[in-house]
């Protein structure tokens, strides 16, 4: 189920996220970069673009640098800001691995509502602000917990 307010959809949002961080990584973004970071086609970078600029969200030409329009740019932080606290969440609360937690980070952002992501922030601040024996405890609950859920998988 998509968010109501997502008119892009999930790989239009990942388009514009990764233009932003082209942008911060290099000054602009270019097709092969996209095409790079995303792993996939020049073609199908080349056909999301002129989406995305339809949609007022980059100023596009061909053989050209890509750029956020301040339309864009805010979107492209948004998507950002919604997969850096889930990726922190599943890291640091839930012990995920930093991989894993990256690509399922990266899922999540495109279903959850604001408000949904928004208290996966409250809950993370939370147990981080309760000192680091409250943290320490909860992230050894959860180790513990995979433990064993590990080992009756296996018996």
């Known amino acids: 189920m998509q968010r109501k307010e997502n008119t892009l959809g999930e790989s239009l949002e990942d388009y514009a ?31 999301a673009l002129n989406v995305l600029k339809e949609k007022e969200i980059i100023v596009y030409s061909p053989y050209k640098p890509i750029r956020l329009t301040a339309k864009g740019k805010n979107l492209a932080k948004k998507i950002k ?17 930093p991989k894993k937690a990256e690509s399922q980070a990266c899922r999540m952002e495109h279903i959850l509502e604001p408000e949904v992501i928004q208290k996966f922030c409250d809950l993370a601040k939370t147990l981080g602000n309760s000192g680091s ?9 959860f180790h513990k917990l995979k433990k064993n859920n590990k080992e009756r998988e296996n018996g």
């Open 17 to 47: 996220e990764a233009i932003l961080e082209l942008e911060k990584l290099n000054g602009v973004a270019r097709v092969t970069d996209l095409a790079e970071k995303l792993s996939v086609s020049k073609p199908s970078v080349t056909e």
């Open 81 to 97: 800001q919604r997969h850096d606290i889930l990726t922190d969440f599943l890291t640091n609360i839930l012990c995920v691995e």
């Open 133 to 141: 024996f409250q943290k320490a405890h909860t992230n050894n609950h």
